[in-house]
């Protein structure tokens, strides 16, 4: 039913149930916030969203409160804004003093509206915090002393992820967010995803950062370094630069890692069409042997992790491959180096990812042979930025470069793994020509495409019937795995990717990219595909040389040796 209200005098139409909030955002009325999310239900646990409603003595929560016919609402009076000036304060009055130093200093919202409501000096002054920062996870850093008891972190951990391995402990003035026992993040569920990170508005949560660990061995005498990047990483970037969001950048991004002093640069969009060879061809193995079915894909750690730690039972329908940063780590380490007579521990290999759990990945006792790891480095899109600026690299002023070979020609099929769904299609592709022997007529499966949580798909493949799911959220592949365990046989083929909408928006991206930057990412990636001849996986002569010249058949010895990889149960404190 439509309502009419007014806001600071203008006349707005609104619907039956909406939150005053919902309203204001639809008309361009910005109203700060600090607990609400969009698609959760409001909690109005910062108040700093509060309006003065006539009629109403107190001040309301415009997350939480519904409208009315005929509401009058006021956003600004000052009253408001005196309101919202003192919970600004109050939550200035524990923190920590040290925004110089802080890894979300220019992008905290806390930061931001101090200096949106003019606060400059200290009229509250109270006990600050003083909690041990927790550095025991290989990907996150969480530090209390900057959390602001907001709780998003805490609600997407939970709802989005259904990982819970933070929450809110002790009660009233004592509350803080933390883990079990208040033991360390590694002692926990936590999956390392990092969306926890993407959204809290301070520096409480963070990336363990290693950037000193690439300037190090970028300036080490007697180690060759080399690098490659994830395939959403050219298109994630632009923005921080002054271009357009989503604008792919790989012949600029080859230049300034060049610039840097990586000796090789390579693309792990290679990894991911050999990752499509290995994967495609143990799910046809699986069909054809009455293999256990679904498949999972098993590019994403943090899903990994999630099953080992909550679907155990399930990691046999995992593929048994690693994900395309570990095998073209494992390729630079062996056939790589063998081309340019290097000794693998000579070589330092590094990685750029979307995603946080990649740290956690590459430290897995699994991702190496005789001590050398697959990838020694992992950095986040945000320590790329970070190592650009470092560099003083004008990305608007440099010429493009190509990337290297043997490892320099990629599919537009593995680019697309950046998005959610990209995964499966790319595995179809290859599959539908190893089973029937000739090319999908439309390499383009729309049914796969999008920001939707769960998709499904039927493909016909000679007589069978492929069933195919994506789903991007943990919560949603709980769902999903239950509909198994209860009897659902029509899928084979199941896609997790842990971060919604995929690698696009993983827990390693810039912070603050709006839902518009994250769609223009997926939409680019997609015109790649779209414009590019080289469409499928098994069609990349670098890959076919690969296998014809070093790892002979999939599936095979050599490339089970270093393709593949072994999960098991993990067990964690509570």
């Known amino acids: 039913m439509s309502l009419n209200i007014d806001v600071n005098g203008k006349i707005y139409e609104a619907f039956d149930g909406e939150t005053i909030l919902t309203v204001l955002n639809r008309n361009g009325i910005r109203v700060p916030t600090l607990c609400n999310m969009k698609n959760f239900i409001p909690t109005g646990a910062c108040r700093i969203c509060v309006v003065e409603v006539e009629g109403n003595s107190k001040l309301v929560s415009s997350c939480s409160f519904p409208v ?15 309101a919202r000036k003192t919970i600004v304060e109050l939550l200035l009055s524990n923190h920590p003093d040290d925004c110089l130093f802080c890894v979300r200093n220019s992008n905290c919202e806390l930061q931001s509206l101090a200096k949106e409501y003019h606060v400059v000096e200290r009229r509250i002054h109270g006990v600050k915090n003083n909690h041990k920062i927790d550095f025991s996870s290989l990907s996150i850093v969480r530090d209390p002393d900057k959390c602001i008891l907001c709780g998003r972190c805490v609600r997407v951990c939970e709802e989005t992820m259904g990982v819970s391995c933070i929450e809110f402990t002790n009660r009233g003035s004592k509350s803080i967010i933390g883990t079990t026992m208040g033991k360390g993040l590694n002692t926990s569920s936590c999956v390392n995803c990092g969306q926890c990170i993407m959204v809290c508005p301070t520096g409480a949560l963070s990336e363990r950062n290693q950037t000193s660990l690439v300037q190090e061995a970028l300036n080490h005498p007697e180690k060759m370094v080399v690098v490659q990047y994830a395939p959403s990483i050219t298109v994630s970037i632009a923005e921080e630069f002054g271009m357009k969001p989503g604008k792919d950048i790989t012949g600029t991004l080859n230049a300034a890692l060049r610039k840097m002093g990586f000796r090789f640069v390579f693309d792990t969009t290679f990894g991911a069409d050999l990752t499509i060879i290995e994967e495609a061809s143990e799910l046809i193995d699986r069909i054809t042997k009455a293999g256990k079915l679904p498949m999972f894909t098993s590019c994403c750690p943090a899903w990994v992790k999630y099953a080992e730690e909550f679907a155990p039972d399930f990691l046999v329908n995992l593929s048994s491959c690693k994900s395309p940063q570990q095998m073209t780590g494992a390729i630079i380490k062996t056939y790589f180096a063998d081309k340019i007579k290097q000794k693998p521990e000579d070589i330092i290999s590094v990685s750029i990812m979307p995603c946080t759990a990649k740290k956690f990945e590459a430290q897995r006792d699994t991702m190496g042979r005789n001590g050398v790891n697959d990838v020694d480095i992992v950095i986040s899109t945000r320590e790329l930025i970070e190592l650009i600026n470092l560099n003083g690299i004008d990305m608007n002023n440099i010429q493009p470069e190509i990337t290297d070979s043997p490892m320099g020609v990629r599919s537009s099929a593995g680019k697309i793994f950046g998005a959610t769904g990209g995964v499966m299609e790319a595995a179809l592709r290859t599959a539908y020509k190893i089973l029937t022997g000739t090319e999908l007529t439309n390499f383009k499966i729309s049914a796969l495409r999008g920001f939707a949580g769960r998709k499904e798909a039927k493909i016909q493949i000679n007589d069978l019937e492929v069933g195919v799911a994506v789903v ?4 949603n592949a709980a769902k999903l795995i239950e509909e198994i365990r209860n009897g659902r046989k029509d899928i084979h083929f199941v ?15 810039r912070i603050g990219a709006s839902e518009a930057i994250i769609d223009a990412r997926m939409q680019s990636l997609y015109k790649i595909d779209e414009k590019e001849t080289l469409k499928a996986s098994h069609k990349n002569p670098e890959i076919v040389e690969l296998y014809a010249n070093f790892l002979g058949e999939p599936l095979q010895r050599k490339s089970h040796e270093l393709l593949h990889t072994k999960f098991c149960k993990r067990d964690v404190l509570l």
Not at 498 to 508: H, L, M, V
């Open 68 to 82: 009315f016919n005929n509401m009058k609402i006021k956003t600004h009076s000052p009253r408001v804004v005196e």
């Open 472 to 475: 991007s959220g943990l919560a």
């Open 495 to 509: 896609e997790v990717m842990t971060c919604p909408g995929g690698c696009i928006a993983g827990g390693g991206q």
